[in-house]
């Protein structure tokens, strides 16, 4: 417990420090709220909006959630069939990395206007195509990038490639996966909210920043943007409980 205390109160002592300078500059300075909302303002909203806030984070949280669950087995199904076959590891990371670059403002009106707009489809749609990037190098990268020796030893002993996968190659990917899954999360939540600004259903936390800031209740849109923090932070947060959970020999050394 001492520990655990140790490693978490300079990072709160560095926020709150952070939120009274904030506090102090804006009501000192006298800055307008269209400008810089202060922080208790912020809160104010915040809580008294709470059951919106929540609402408006569940239905972006789902978003994300969606589209990481689909680009994470979109990544880990191009990664599979990249470490075996040389000509679709040559053809697929091209193409990701062209994904990767296309940005989400230009992408997400096209995908609107190829479906519904009023559903949830565009937006899971380009939060997937975000993550499969990072799930697909980390992953291709921990499946290809084993020991040599391990490998000779594993033909040595004349074992097929479907073993070599299960019994080498997966393994030590694992930690590759986490490590890209643990960037992927916060993208996941970054490339929802996004793809909310550019209509359909105003449900999500991107879609009520955008009408708040547009309705010039700045307290209200910076609120928004607290959840959204909050949000992507629980993405985080789980997936690193997720990896200290099932891979306890990595997982605490790797995340801390």
């Known amino acids: 417990m001492g520990e655990r205390f140790r490693a978490i109160w300079p990072p709160i002592l560095i926020a709150v420090l952070f939120l009274a300078a904030w506090q102090l500059l804006v009501v000192v300075q006298d800055i307008k709220p269209y400008l810089l909302p202060s922080p208790s303002l912020i809160a104010g909203n915040f809580f008294s909006d709470l059951h919106l806030m929540w609402a408006a984070a569940l239905y972006t949280g789902t978003t994300a959630l969606l589209g990481l669950m689909f680009g994470t087995l979109l990544g880990i199904l191009a990664a599979l069939l990249a470490q075996r076959f040389i000509v679709i590891n040559n053809l697929i990371t091209p193409l990701a990395a062209g994904l990767a670059?296309?940005?989400?403002?230009?992408?997400?009106?096209?995908?609107?206007?190829?479906?519904?707009?009023?559903?949830?489809?565009?937006?899971?749609l380009v939060t997937m195509i975000i993550v499969f990037f990072p799930m697909f190098v980390n992953i291709t990268r921990g499946l290809i990038?084993?020991?040599?020796?391990?490998?000779?030893?594993?033909?040595?002993?004349n074992a097929n490639?479907?073993?070599?996968?299960?019994?080498?190659?997966?393994?030590n990917a694992i930690p590759f996966f986490y490590t890209?899954?643990?960037?992927?999360?916060?993208?996941?939540?970054?490339?929802?909210?996004?793809?909310?600004?550019?209509?359909?259903p105003q449900e999500g936390l991107g879609s009520r920043i955008a009408s708040a800031a547009a309705n010039t209740a700045y307290g209200r849109a910076w609120a928004y943007v607290v959840a959204s923090i909050l949000v992507g932070l629980l993405f985080y947060?789980?997936?690193?409980?997720?990896?200290?959970?099932?891979?306890?020999?990595?997982?605490?050394?790797?995340?801390?």
Do not use: C, D
């Open 180 to 200: 890209g899954l643990k960037i992927a999360a916060p993208l996941a939540v970054i490339a929802a909210l996004v793809a909310e600004y550019f209509g359909g």
């Open 161 to 171: 490639p479907r073993t070599v996968l299960r019994i080498l190659r997966v393994p």
């Open 101 to 124: 670059a296309v940005p989400i403002i230009a992408l997400t009106p096209i995908l609107n206007n190829m479906f519904n707009i009023t559903s949830r489809t565009p937006r899971v």
């Open 237 to 256: 947060l789980v997936v690193i409980a997720v990896e200290r959970w099932t891979t306890p020999w990595t997982g605490h050394n790797r995340s801390t």
């Open 145 to 157: 990038q084993v020991q040599p020796v391990q490998l000779e030893l594993m033909r040595s002993m």
